[in-house]
C-alpha cells in the first residue's frame, strides 16, 4: 500500500490561500465602498443644499400664567398642536430613554453614525432583512424638517447630508430640542409637550418611568401604537423601551416591573382652557406674537372658574357668572372668569360678561359719599332724612319699599338706601361724580349719550365689571386709581406724589371714610363681617346681581346674571352674588390682609363735635338753590388750588380769605375742623406740617367749596 505523507496537508494550504484572498478581496471592496462613499457624501454635501428651518419655527401661540404655566394653546395654522419647549422642560428620564432607545452616541457624532449603519448592514446580511435602523435623531430631525419619509436609499442618502448640514447649524442641544418639538404621537400631535399633556394630562417636566417609556417608543410608529387606539401595540412598544433602559442601566428590573403594571392612558386628555375670554382677546389685540405672559395665577383662575360654574347653576338656569381678581398694589389681575363656562352654550358661556356694559345698581353709592365727604358736604356721622321724596319727576324708592326716617350718613351707606343716596348726589352734583369716575379709568355709558342725572345713583348708567372692579381697587388704595394689566410684560403704573393727587378719584380721607363704612356691611349667612369691605347692587328689573369688595391687598368683583340681560326674579345683590364674592375670597387666602390705616382724623369726631352745617344735612329745593335773594356761593379766594405755599419756622401760619357765601364759615383741613365757625372771612391756619393738604370752607346754608395746595418749606 502506498502513501502520501503530504496528502494530509495539501487541502488546508489552498484553503488558507483562497480565504486570506477572500479577505482582501473583502477588505478592498469595503476600502472601495468607503472611498466611494466620501466621495458621493462630499460630492452631496455640495450638490444638495442645507434645509431651511423657517417652516418649521412655527409653533401654537400659548399663554401661559404669572408662574409660567399653560393656560391655554391655539394649533398651528395647519392644524397641529406643536407647543414651544426646550430640554430644560423634559424629565431627565426621559432624554436618558430616548438616547438610549434611539442614539446611544448622539453626544459624539458628527449627525452620521458610522458604527450604526455597520451593525444594520450587518444584521441585514445575517437576517435577509431589516433588522434595525441607522438613523440618528439628527437624521430623524432632517427627515421631519424636510417633511419627506426617505424609506428609500436615495432618501437615506439625503437624510444624512442633512443631517451633517443641520449639525454644522446648529448645537446637539439644538437639534434635540427640534426632536422634541417635532417627533410625531399621533394625530395632530407634534413634540413631547402636546403628546405629554394628550396622554397624561400633564407637563413633561415630571414624568414617571412607564410614562418616559412609552412617550420614547411612540414617534417610531405613531398611527399604530396610539394608546388611545391601540393599547395592545403601545404597550408592547412601551415595555421593550423599559427593558433597553434596564439593559442599559437607567433603571433598575424592579422599577421597569412596576412600570409594565401601569396602565396605558386610555384617551386624550382635553388641552388647558383657562381665562379663555381674556387670551382670546390678547392674541386678537397682539398678532405675531407666540408665547403670551400673563399676571393670571392658573391655580387660582381655576378654583373660581369651578366656582362661577356652580353659583350659576345654584342660582338657575341660563344665567352666567363673572368673576375678576385684582391685586390692588399693582393692578395686576390675578383672575378673570369671563363666564359660568366658555363652552357652555346653553349659558351663552362665549360671551365675556367681565367687559359687557351692564347697569350696576346701587354699586356707585360709595363713590358719592366718598366725594361728598371730600367737599365737606356730609360727614359720616351726619344725619339725614330717609323718606319718600320726590325730585322733580324723579321719585325713587328703597329697595322694600320702606324708610327709616332719620338716620346717619354711615347708617345710609351701610343699609344701603336709596333716597338718602339721591339727596346727597343732588348736592354732589351728577356730572361732577361722573367726571370723578371717568378720570379714574371708568368707561361709563349713559343712555341715548344723555347729560348726567339723579338716576346714577340708583345704576342709571352703564359700565363694565372690570371697570368697576378698577373703581374699587382706587377705593382700595386710599382714592388712587391704578391701571389694571394683564400682562407680565407691561410694567405697574408709577407716578410720582404730584401726578397722584392731580389723578385723585377720592382723598385718602374719604376714601378712608367709606371703607369703614363698607366694612359694617352686614355679611351673607355663615360668612364673618368685618374682614372685607364690600357693597352689593342690583339693577332695575333684576337683570343684574353685583358684589364688590376687597381688603388690605385684593379686590374681588362679582356679577350674575343672564348674558341677554332677561329678568331674572330673585336675583338680588346681597343675596345672589354677594356669597360668591365671601367664597372667592376664601379661595385666595383663608387670612385677610389687613387694611392701612391712614394718616386721618375725620372718623374721630363725633356727631356732636360736628360743625352745625355738617350736623344734619338740609336739602336746598330747586327753587332755593337758585334764587337771587341768598348769598353769592361761597369761594376761597386764597390759596388758589393746585398752588404750593412756602412755610417756615418764622411765618407758620397761612392766611385762608374766601369769598361769598353765609357767615359764619366753617373751614375743614383734611376732614378736621380748623377752630371752629368763624365769623369772618378770613382765617389764620396754622399747618402740621409739609405736603398736600386739601382745604374745604363751608357756609352757613352748607355750601361749599375746595382746593388742595402744597406745603413746603423754602
Not at 312 to 322: C, E
Not at 329 to 353: F, I, K, N, P
Amino acid at each position: 500500500m502506498r502513501s502520501y505523507p503530504y496528502a494530509s496537508t495539501a487541502a488546508p494550504v489552498v484553503s488558507q490561500g483562497r480565504w486570506r484572498y477572500r479577505v482582501t478581496s473583502l477588505l478592498a471592496a469595503f476600502g472601495f465602498l468607503i472611498a466611494a462613499g466620501y466621495g458621493a457624501c462630499r460630492y452631496a454635501l455640495e450638490a444638495i443644499a442645507p434645509l431651511s428651518l423657517r417652516t418649521v419655527m412655527e409653533t401654537s401661540v400659548v399663554a401661559l400664567d404669572r408662574k409660567g404655566e399653560l393656560l391655554r394653546a391655539y394649533t398651528t395654522s395647519d392644524g397641529l398642536w406643536r407647543l414651544p419647549v426646550s430640554i430644560n422642560q423634559v424629565d431627565p428620564l426621559y432624554i436618558k430613554m430616548l438616547l438610549a432607545f434611539e442614539d446611544r452616541r448622539y453626544w459624539s457624532h458628527s449627525g452620521v453614525d458610522p458604527l450604526a449603519i455597520a451593525r444594520a448592514g450587518w444584521q441585514m446580511l445575517q437576517n435577509g432583512r431589516v433588522v434595525s435602523g441607522a438613523s440618528t435623531i439628527t437624521m430623524q430631525v432632517a427627515r421631519l424638517v424636510a417633511r419627506q419619509h426617505g424609506r428609500t436609499l436615495g432618501g437615506k442618502l439625503r437624510q444624512a447630508v442633512h443631517a451633517i448640514h443641520l449639525e454644522r447649524q446648529l448645537n446637539k442641544r439644538a437639534i434635540l430640542s427640534l426632536y422634541l418639538r417635532m417627533a410625531p404621537f399621533g394625530g395632530n400631535l407634534e413634540g413631547v409637550r402636546p403628546a405629554s399633556l394628550a396622554y397624561f394630562g400633564k407637563e413633561p417636566q415630571r414624568l414617571s418611568p412607564a410614562q418616559a417609556a412609552l412617550l420614547v417608543a411612540l414617534p417610531q410608529s405613531p398611527e399604530s401604537r396610539r394608546p388611545d387606539r391601540h393599547r395592545v401595540a403601545a404597550r408592547q412598544a412601551r415595555n421593550r423601551v423599559l427593558d433597553i433602559a434596564v439593559a442599559q442601566g437607567i433603571i433598575s428590573p424592579e422599577t421597569a416591573r412596576r412600570a409594565k403594571a401601569e396602565r396605558i392612558p386610555r384617551r386624550r386628555i382635553p388641552f388647558p382652557l383657562y381665562a379663555a375670554h381674556l387670551v382670546d382677546a390678547e392674541v386678537k389685540h397682539k398678532p405675531g406674537r407666540a408665547v403670551h405672559h400673563l399676571t393670571i395665577d392658573r391655580g387660582l383662575q381655576a378654583d373660581l372658574e369651578r366656582l362661577a360654574k356652580a353659583a350659576a347653576r345654584r342660582n338657575g338656569p341660563k344665567l352666567t357668572t363673572a368673576i375678576v381678581v385684582v391685586d390692588h398694589a399693582t393692578g395686576e389681575v390675578l383672575a378673570r372668569v369671563g363666564s359660568a363656562g366658555y363652552l357652555d352654550m346653553g349659558r351663552t358661556g362665549g360671551v365675556d360678561m367681565t367687559r359687557a356694559i351692564r347697569s350696576p345698581g346701587s354699586a356707585l353709592k360709595p363713590f358719592i359719599y366718598g366725594v361728598a365727604f371730600d367737599r365737606g358736604i356730609v360727614h359720616p356721622e351726619t344725619l339725614i332724612e330717609d323718606r319718600p321724596t320726590r325730585f322733580g319727576t324723579y321719585a325713587p324708592k328703597n329697595f322694600g319699599e320702606s324708610f327709616r326716617g332719620t338716620v346717619s350718613i354711615r347708617e345710609a351707606l351701610a343699609a344701603s338706601l336709596n333716597i338718602p343716596a339721591v339727596k346727597v348726589l343732588e348736592a354732589v352734583g351728577p356730572a361732577r361724580l361722573v367726571a370723578k369716575l371717568r378720570g379714574a379709568g371708568a368707561n361709563l355709558v349713559l343712555p341715548g349719550e344723555a347729560e348726567p342725572s339723579l338716576a346714577v345713583a340708583l345704576g342709571g348708567l352703564g359700565l363694565s365689571l372690570t371697570d368697576l372692579t378698577g373703581l374699587y381697587a382706587a377705593l382700595a388704595r386710599g382714592g388712587v386709581p391704578v391701571p389694571l394689566v394683564h400682562s407680565r410684560l407691561s410694567s405697574p403704573s408709577t407716578r410720582d406724589e404730584a401726578e397722584n393727587e392731580t389723578s385723585r378719584l377720592l382723598t385718602a380721607e374719604g376714601a378712608d371714610a367709606v371703607t369703614r363704612i363698607l366694612r359694617t356691611a352686614p355679611p351673607p349667612p355663615n360668612a364673618r363681617g368685618g374682614e372685607i369691605a364690600f357693597k352689593t347692587g342690583t339693577s332695575y328689573g333684576h337683570r343684574d346681581a353685583w358684589a364688590i369688595g376687597y381688603d388690605g391687598r385684593h379686590v374681588v368683583g362679582v356679577w350674575i346674571g343672564r348674558a341677554d340681560a332677561t329678568a331674572t326674579p330673585d336675583l338680588v345683590g346681597r343675596t345672589s352674588a354677594a356669597p360668591i364674592l365671601f367664597d372667592a375670597f376664601q379661595r385666595i387666602s383663608k387670612k385677610r390682609v389687613p387694611f392701612v390705616k391712614p394718616k386721618t382724623r375725620l372718623e374721630r369726631l363725633s356727631g356732636t363735635e360736628l360743625p352745625p352745617p355738617l350736623r344734619r344735612f338740609e336739602r336746598l329745593d330747586a327753587f332755593a338753590a337758585h334764587s337771587p335773594y341768598l348769598d353769592p356761593p361761597v369761594q376761597i379766594a386764597f390759596p388758589p388750588d393746585r398752588s404750593e405755599i412756602a412755610i417756615d419756622d418764622r411765618a407758620p401760619l397761612v392766611i385762608l380769605r374766601a369769598d361769598g357765601g353765609a357767615l359764619p364759615l366753617t373751614w375743614l383741613a383734611d376732614g378736621v375742623p380748623i377752630n371752629g365757625p368763624s365769623q369772618t372771612r378770613e382765617l389764620a391756619f396754622r399747618p402740621d406740617g409739609q405736603g398736600f393738604v386739601k382745604l374745604v370752607v363751608m357756609d352757613a346754608h352748607g355750601r361749599t367749596d375746595r382746593v388742595t395746595v402744597r406745603l413746603s418749606k423754602d
